[in-house]
């Protein structure tokens, strides 16, 4: 079955540096997720991605990160300057918009992971 | 503002002990409702999508429902390995974004 990976499984870097978290989507997925959970909250949006652009960014998303798809099967997320915030669950989601009429099916599956661990 | 509540925050059942756990929601147009099952330390493993009201969705010992305003998971005869985090999220119709409440941790006891 397919599904949805990430490298690494866990990145300790120190305050101050750039980071980037790795992500293999669904191959015949179109649309592109980051979200977050730090330790004991819930999941968090950070952005989503269509068609080689920002297609929606939360508050949360703001100058430090960037995302991009550098080739036909990678998608990055980047942290210029990690702050101690920044420690928590990165999780990479693809899905595949199905449309019929004026419906529109879609689920987000998730990969497993990338615990950040900023010092 | 959209959101998810869930409840409750955590379950203890012992083996065999069936129960439902409850999501409320407050979202602008309702896209879809989703479950996940979420692991220590892992990520969110989808269980179901439910898109209108009066759907139901099984997979094994559990069944979806949606209504207006929440949406039920119910867990028959549970077994220990069905011991998680279950995640209820919605995604209004304007978004690419989900909301996820803050999940119902679910202790199945041998």
């Known amino acids: 079955e397919p599904e949805v990976t990430q490298t690494p499984s866990h990145q300790v870097t120190q305050m101050g540096q750039e980071v980037i978290l790795r992500c293999v989507p669904i191959?015949?997925?179109?649309?592109f997720y980051w979200y977050r959970q730090i330790l004991g909250q819930k999941v968090e949006f950070l952005v989503s991605f269509y068609n080689n652009e920002i297609s929606e960014k939360s508050e949360i998303f703001d100058d430090q990160f960037s995302v991009e798809r550098p080739d036909g099967s990678n998608f990055t997320l980047k942290i210029r300057s990690t702050k101690l915030e920044d420690s928590a669950m990165y999780f990479c989601?693809?899905?595949?918009?199905?449309?019929?009429?004026?419906?529109?099916?879609?689920?987000?599956?998730f990969g497993p992971g990338t615990r950040l661990t900023v010092l | 503002e959209d959101q998810v509540t869930q409840s409750p925050e955590a379950l203890r059942l012992q083996e065999g002990e069936s129960s439902s756990l409850n999501c409320s929601y407050t979202v602008s147009g309702l896209r879809g409702l989703f479950w996940y099952r979420q692991d220590p330390g892992k990520g969110p493993e989808f269980l179901f999508t439910?898109?209108?009201a009066g759907e139901e969705k099984e997979k094994e010992r559990l069944k979806a429902t949606l209504t207006k305003k929440e949406s039920f998971l119910h867990i028959t005869a549970p077994k220990p390995e069905d011991s998680a985090t279950y995640l209820c999220?919605?995604?209004?119709?304007?978004?690419?974004?989900?909301?996820f409440g803050k999940g119902t941790r679910l202790h199945i006891l041998p």
């Open positions: 989601a693809s899905s595949e918009q199905i449309r019929g009429g004026a419906a529109i099916w879609d689920t987000q599956y």
């Open positions: 191959s015949n997925h179109l649309y």
């Open positions: 439910l898109y209108s």
């Open positions: 999220a919605v995604q209004a119709f304007e978004d690419d974004k989900i909301i």
